[in-house]
């Protein structure tokens, strides 16, 4: 089974700072998916980014950006410039082909962006 | 852009009785939905796969006799917590793709649920 792990449950930053959430997946398969969700304290989950195993290129959303390490099984979210907005629960989320369209969600991480 | 809609936002009822929460794919055909429960500051747990037109796939440990999933048609599935019980009080969030499931997933906005 797939495992997706946060190891940190907590991180602050100040704002217009850059913080990095870490994430670490499990897997024997070569074809997945990789996502970041945000759920701010409305609990409402927004799609953050996404990424394509097969792409060696990290993909960006504005502020947001990926560091895609395969090998290692990394999948760390790179928040620049961050905002008072982005405080915010984020999870990692891995989804592979042929698991029935199931997402697995790390434990997520509390961000806090600090004035 | 893909919208579902979930309704009740918030919902409390008393021991015994059932509640029905309601998942709509607004603006697009879902024949997959999924519906989780999250508890305080933790992750979503897959309780169900709900396909349309078919019953639902659930997940280990998940009652199928307590939480019944309909998904009568291509843009709603309904997820009702029968002879609820103060242990059912939870978040629960539904979600449902517009692309294929590859490109991420839409999530409605939750219903709190609290059995007094």
């Known amino acids: 089974a797939q495992t997706v792990t946060q190891s940190q449950p907590e991180m602050s930053v100040q704002e217009a700072e850059t913080v990095t959430l870490s994430c670490t997946y499990d897997t024997s398969e070569n074809n997945y998916y990789l996502f970041w969700y945000k759920q701010p304290p409305s609990r409402q989950m927004i799609l953050v980014i996404r990424?394509?195993?097969?792409?060696?290129q990290n993909a960006t959303e504005n502020r947001f950006s990926v560091n895609f390490q395969k090998a290692a099984k990394s999948f760390s979210l790179k928040i620049s410039d961050s905002q008072l907005g982005d405080t915010a629960m984020y999870f990692c989320a891995f989804l592979e082909e042929t698991s029935g369209s199931r997402l697995t969600f790390g434990e997520g991480t509390q961000l806090t962006v600090n004035p | 852009g893909a919208v579902v809609s979930q309704h009740p936002s918030r919902v409390i009822c008393k021991s015994g009785t059932s509640v029905k929460i309601e998942c709509r794919s607004l603006d697009f055909q879902a024949t997959t939905m999924f519906w989780y429960r999250q508890f305080p500051k933790k992750s979503l747990m897959l309780m169900a796969t709900s396909n349309e037109g078919s019953k639902a796939t659930y997940e280990q440990g998940v009652e199928k006799d307590k939480f019944l999933i309909n998904h009568a048609s291509l843009t709603l599935s309904t997820l009702t917590v029968t002879s609820a019980h103060p242990e059912d009080s939870s978040f629960y969030i539904c979600?449902?793709?517009?692309?294929?499931?590859?490109?991420?997933?839409?999530f409605g906005s939750g219903t709190r649920l609290t059995v007094v």
């Open positions: 979600s449902a793709s517009l692309l294929g499931t590859n490109y991420g997933y839409t």
């Open positions: 990424q394509e195993a097969y792409k060696q």
